[in-house]
């Protein structure tokens, strides 16, 4: 069965960088699109970004726009999520999550968790100020 496991979280200053990896594994992998969301204690799951997974197109939520890039290994079945110039609003921990079914819905939909069938256990992010 397939599986999406997250990595490069963990405590980053103010002002740093960090990427995150997205791997699926597992089994024969196929998707339409891949999303970054994000939960920090106490408040509801945000969108954070996405790639369409056949043409890499990106969609970004307003918040990382500008300091946020969304790619995709193709062949290595991983997606990548690089942030820039992290602050304390950033905190929180990062959900991949996948569309495997369904085919591409649109790219408004693209940022609504409720379209993705496949999610990962995520990675905790704390930005240190």
């Known amino acids: 069965q397939v599986q999406l496991v997250e990595s490069g979280g963990g405590l980053v200053q103010a002002g740093n960088s960090l990427r995150l990896s997205c791997v699926a594994s597992g089994g024969l992998f196929s998707t339409y699109v891949m999303g970054w969301f994000r939960q920090a204690p106490g408040k509801e799951r945000e969108f954070v970004a996405a790639i369409r997974w056949s043409v890499g197109s990106t969609y970004y939520a307003d918040s990382v726009k500008g300091r946020s890039t969304i790619s995709r290994d193709y062949n290595k079945n991983t997606a990548y999520l690089e942030m820039y110039r992290l602050n304390s609003e950033d905190t929180a921990a990062y959900y991949c999550?996948?569309?495997?079914?369904?085919?591409?819905?649109?790219?408004?939909?693209?940022?609504?968790?409720?379209?993705?069938?496949?999610w990962g256990q995520g990675t905790q992010v704390t930005v240190s100020s």
């Open positions: 999550a996948a569309r495997t079914r369904g085919g591409w819905p649109d790219s408004q939909s693209v940022r609504t968790h409720l379209i993705y069938d496949l």
